[in-house]
């Protein structure tokens, strides 16, 4: 497997990297372990994970693994520091995401469930609602500095806001910002100048999440919704209608005509074009199956021929439009 550096850090990992989003309820634990099994033979060693998936069953099946079924220096976890969803709360609940409170008392609750003292690659969640940016950074400078957490990523945060909080911790001597955490795929391109010009004045490095669009970019929805499939899964599927209507299933189209073309699978289309893409630093892979983790972490992914590239890539460039609802 590929490795890069994560962004300018000298935190090396995997290019293709484990998500646990269905780990506790869709994925059970023999399942959850042949997927880390052949993340780690395939080379990889980055696992996602977040006391919000599963509603915190994630976290309790990666715990189980460490203790039987792989080294903790084995990975590097990449952990949500996001307190466990309260219905109870009030709305400021979203806002204490990126608090002092909030980002100690998670990560205090993360590294007891998981066994570990030390997170290494620590994610903040960004809500609209957020706490003052020094009050987070100097959070999180705190537990660098305890050696509770080695590097910092920030999720889903616009591109102001991520550079805002990089500068900061510039300004203030505080751990850089290390990596940028969002969807991004040849369904979901965001504005690729922002992120490269991101990457190359901070040193942030992204990690993708849902590289394959929810499983769309395989193939497998191109002509209906297979019964056993995300889609067909009521508490799954919104993670992938976004990708189903007619401008995203030409793109579709074009990977499966070029995997046809290339004998690859679409999936291995997909994946080797993001592996091309200087922003991404590590493609998160959420494989509900052991089968399929073992299908996905098998794969080559050799380098698209440069017309092949640059087709997928023009094709892909333009912001896709949601239908209106």
Not at 75 to 95: E, K, M, N, V, Y
Not at 149 to 154: L, S
Not at 243 to 264: H, K, S
Request: aromatic fraction near 8%; proline fraction near 6%.
């Amino acid at each position: 497997m590929k490795y890069n550096n994560i962004g300018a850090s000298g935190l090396r990992a995997g290019f293709l990297g484990l998500g646990t989003l269905t780990w506790g309820m869709d994925t059970d634990l023999d399942d959850a372990r042949r997927s880390l099994v052949a993340l780690r033979e395939a080379g990889g060693n980055f696992v996602d994970v977040s006391p919000l998936y599963s509603d915190g069953g994630a976290v309790s099946v990666l715990s189980e693994l460490l203790k039987s079924s792989v080294g903790r220096n084995e990975l590097i976890i990449s952990a949500h520091l996001t307190p466990p969803f309260d219905p109870r709360a009030s709305d400021a609940w979203q806002g204490a995401f990126m608090g002092r409170a909030a980002i100690l008392t998670s990560l205090d609750s993360l590294l007891a469930a998981l066994g570990t003292d030390t997170i290494d690659f620590a994610v903040i969640d960004y809500t609209y609602e957020h706490a003052p940016v020094d009050e987070t950074m100097a959070a999180l400078a705190d537990a660098v500095h305890q050696g509770k957490i080695r590097y910092v990523c920030i999720n889903g945060a616009p591109l102001w806001f991520t550079a805002m909080m990089a500068q900061h911790a510039i300004s203030r001597s505080y751990p850089p910002i290390t990596g940028l955490a969002q969807p991004y795929s040849l369904l979901e391109r965001g504005n690729d100048s922002e992120l490269l010009a991101a990457r190359e004045h901070f040193g942030i490095g992204m990690i993708a999440y849902s590289p394959l669009a929810g499983g769309v970019l395989t193939g497998k929805y191109n002509n209906t919704i297979p019964p056993t499939s995300r889609a067909a899964t009521e508490h799954l599927a919104n993670l992938v209608s976004p990708y189903l209507y007619e401008a995203p299933l030409q793109i579709t189209g074009a990977v499966a005509r070029a995997a046809d073309g290339l004998a690859r699978t679409p999936a291995d289309v997909a994946l080797a074009w993001l592996m091309g893409e200087p922003n991404v630093s590590v493609a998160v892979c959420g494989p509900r199956t052991g089968s399929q983790a073992e299908q996905l972490f098998s794969a080559q992914l050799d380098a698209l021929p440069t017309q092949v590239a640059q087709a997928l890539d023009d094709i892909s460039r333009p912001q896709l439009k949601y239908p209106e609802e």
